[in-house]
């Protein structure tokens, strides 16, 4: 603000002192004329009156000097000395000789002639002039007359003073008016200047009041449109950039969702990538580990089969021989069921036949069905209530084969097994109870897992892929059902597994 206050009162000043500067120059000029002027018109007026005075004594001594009346003249000359503005008045003859003069002292008597080549313009104090007497147009003597002009520079510096007073006076004037009309010049600029100033705040609304129909005027006008067509164009801008801003939030909202949606997509490949690279490195280990599982039994196939080739044996041998081969064939096909139905289990692609069975009546057909050593004995405690289940009764023999199984194998030669069935609620349980080796705490929770075999001698000794256990509980959790085991080490193990138990049954 102070910055425009001081542009606003520089130019109101510049144009004011501009106008006072041509003023002051003009009156300048004007008072030097004035008093050139006067000077010259006074000069003139005293050349006239010391004229008009020199002829007028010329005259009046010119009829004494003719009747040579000398005393006369004297007393005149001393009389008209006495006038004012008159030093000396002498009276020359023909000869330019002083005959009289009111001057005693006056130098060169004899023929004493003032330099009268000065003149008043030269020296304003005091001059001499030489006036001839004329008698019939005859010059027969001369009066030269002392003149003392103590007025005219008194005057002269009167009319110098009073020009110079009125010349103060008027650039005065004209400065106080060229203040005031630099002001009126300066209004509508100001006016001007305060709207430029809110259109630069931003009220286009703003507009210069014009009163005049000049240039300051028309300027105002085109101010005015411009201003008009600047809001225009602005509300226009606006609006656009409210579009373009709506748009573009649309356009980040879409794309933040399509970044959400990409980083859970990304989630989602990275746990598809991390379940296949593990489904990769399960699938390499079940290859292996199947590998070797499976080596065992054909090498021991291919072994006794070149023996039976090469050796010479008798028939007794060569039967022992085939029945080993048939044994380990058996055990091959076993495992390989079980490997067909571990990976099935795995990708859900088993198929269950479902039929509604008695429960009872399968666990008698399964032990029935078991080769019991001879020495081994089964006790069957079976529920009462006949529960009905709806199982694929193959696989759920599969199940208590594969549990009976490892009762036999985990447990001493007189161990007794129990297998019983008990309504518990909505399931009925299957219970397979030995007096075996038991299971420890840390492996109990693992049996389950596929090729999972516990680290005790027993099991060392046995032979088998720790696989049943698996397979069993995937065909349990297919039915709908529940498997666990109970057991402490060295006190035996009892394998449940419970089937939800049919309403009507
Ligand atoms: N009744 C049991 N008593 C003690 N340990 C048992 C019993 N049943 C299973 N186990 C332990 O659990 C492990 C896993 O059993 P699972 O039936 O899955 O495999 P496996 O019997 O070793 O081999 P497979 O059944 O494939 O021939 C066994 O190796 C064994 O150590
Ligand atoms: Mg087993």
Redesign the pocket.
């Known amino acids: 603000m102070k910055i425009i206050d001081s542009l606003r009162y520089g130019y109101r000043m510049k144009l004011t002192f501009s106008i006072a500067c041509v003023g002051l120059v003009m009156m300048t000029a004007l008072v030097i004329v004035r008093y050139k002027l006067l000077q010259d018109i006074l000069y003139e007026k005293t050349d006239v009156r010391i004229n008009s005075i020199g002829a007028l004594i010329a005259s009046d001594l010119k009829e004494d000097y003719v009747d040579r009346e000398f005393i006369n003249l004297q007393e005149r000359i001393n009389s008209l000395t006495n006038k004012s503005n008159i030093s000396f008045i002498s009276l020359m003859d023909g000869d330019n000789k002083v005959l009289y003069s009111s001057i005693e002292e006056l130098p060169g008597r004899e023929n004493a002639v003032f330099d009268t080549s000065t003149n008043i313009r030269k020296n304003i104090s005091g001059f001499v002039k030489s006036f001839p007497v004329m008698d019939k147009s005859v010059n027969i003597a001369t009066v030269q007359i002392g003149f003392v002009l103590t007025d005219l520079p008194r005057d002269l510096s009167r009319i110098f003073k009073t020009s110079v007073i009125m010349s103060t006076f008027v650039v005065l004037i004209i400065i106080a008016a060229a203040w005031l009309i630099s002001g009126g010049f300066e209004k509508p600029l100001r006016g001007m200047c305060a709207v430029t100033q809110k259109v630069a705040a931003g009220d286009f609304s703003a507009r210069v009041s014009v009163e005049n129909r000049d240039i300051i005027g028309e300027l105002g006008m085109a101010l005015n449109k411009m201003i008009e067509q600047i809001g225009v164009l602005t509300a226009d801008l606006n609006k656009k950039i409210k579009t373009t801003d709506i748009k573009l939030e649309e356009k980040t909202v879409h794309l933040t969702e399509l970044n959400k949606e990409l980083t859970k997509r990304t989630e989602e490949l990275e746990i598809s990538n991390k379940k296949l690279q593990e489904a990769d490195k399960l699938k390499t280990e079940f290859v292996s580990i199947v590998s070797h599982e499976l080596r065992t039994p054909l090498t021991g196939i291919i072994g006794f089969a070149r023996t039976l080739l090469k050796l010479d044996l008798n028939e007794e041998q060569k039967i022992n021989y085939l029945k080993i081969i048939e044994a380990e064939g058996k055990r091959l096909s076993g495992m390989i069921e079980?490997f067909l139905d571990i990976s099935k289990i795995e990708s859900n692609t088993i198929v269950l036949r479902l039929a509604t069975e008695d429960i009872n009546a399968v666990i008698r057909e399964t032990v029935e069905s078991f080769n019991v050593p001879e020495n081994r004995k089964v006790v069957v405690e079976l529920d009462g209530s006949r529960p009905k289940v709806k199982i694929d009764k193959g696989r759920i023999m599969q199940v208590i084969f594969?549990i009976l199984?490892?009762?036999f194998?985990?447990?001493p030669v007189h161990g007794k097994i129990t297998v019983s069935t008990r309504v518990n609620g909505g399931s009925v349980e299957v219970s397979v109870e030995?007096e075996?080796?038991?299971?420890d705490k840390t492996?109990r929770d693992m049996?389950f897992d596929k090729f999972?075999?516990?680290s005790?001698d027993v099991?060392k000794k046995?032979r088998?892929?720790?696989?049943?256990?698996?397979i069993s509980r995937g065909i349990v959790e297919l039915h709908n059902g529940k498997i666990w085991v109970e057991?402490e080490k060295g006190k035996g193990?009892a394998?449940i597994f419970s089937l939800p138990v049919m309403k009507d049954g």
């Open positions: 079980d594969n199984e490892n009762a194998r985990y447990t030995d075996g080796i038991g299971i492996d049996v999972y075999r516990c005790d099991t046995s088998g892929s720790g696989l049943g256990l698996a057991s193990s394998f």
